[in-house]
């Protein structure tokens, strides 16, 4: 024998709102299951949903845990429980301004750097080609500072390279006097082509 839970819906064309084959524990009635936290909820199937619970002294258990880890969280930033969520926004908003400060002094740091790099510029045959490695900054200020110094040369190629967070950034620029002669694009395919990239 299989117990069938109908849920009815007087409003519906077949009279219920579902009816479904019941396989789990029973009990009399909902107060003695206790305590009841859903963990969880996934697609299993189109249209099939599983939502995963647990019970009774599993989910005190869980309210302990969750309940301490805000006292220590509380306690670590040095302020209430009820003022943790706007405490961890502040301090967000404060890494991102930081991020953004590094990011300034960083590209101030390169742009400081530019004498010194069009005095590494070599003529070959016939062009002044500039090509250089730099530490630790990114594609975006990689490619402010080649305009910079592509405007500065006057006529020339530009080849930067960076590695930042584990990623090779490579940036080639032509004054507009070259590009006829040489592309850009194909001047970066051939140089990460030697670091192992495409291009």
Known sequence: NVRVVTIADPAASRGFYTKELCGGTHVRRAGDIGVFKIVGEQSVAAGVRRVEAITGARALEAYQKSAAMLQKLSQS??????????????????????EKQIDGLKKKAAHSMVDELLEQARIMKDVRVLASKLDEIDRGSLRQLVDTLRQRMGSGVVVLGSVAADKVNLVAATTSDLTGRFHAGDIVKAVASLVGGTG
Do not use: I, P, S
């Not at 003022?83 to 930081?98: F, H, I, S, W």
């Open 77 to 98: 930033l040095n302020t209430g429980e009820d003022e943790l969520l706007a405490a961890v926004e502040r301090m967000t908003q404060a890494a991102r301004q930081m």
